[in-house]
């Protein structure tokens, strides 16, 4: 599979949000930590890291592309 940027795009919108209400849940979860992450649990860590890990390998994969476009090694 590769970094196939679209492929990542459509996890980051759906199990990176995933679920979607009240709020996408990796909205919450980012607010708390830039709150300070008090009360954060091993859990919450867990669960940051697996709705963010979408959103992280699709900012890798658009950037391996942009590199590859210019012609950058």
């Given amino acids: 599979m590769g970094f196939n940027w679209k492929f990542w ?6 199990l990176g949000l995933a679920p979607f209400v009240p709020e996408p849940h990796i909205w919450g979860k980012v607010k708390w ?3 300070g992450a008090h ?5 919450d860590w867990f669960d940051l890291l697996l709705h963010g890990t979408p959103f ?3 900012a890798v994969s ?4 942009l ?4 012609g950058k090694r």
């Fill in 56 to 58: 992280v390998l699709l």
């Fill in 9 to 14: 795009l459509l996890l980051s919108l759906t």
């Fill in 67 to 70: 590199k590859q476009a210019t």
């Fill in 62 to 65: 658009l950037l391996l592309r």
């Fill in 33 to 35: 930590v830039l709150g």
């Fill in 39 to 43: 009360g954060m649990s091993g859990m």
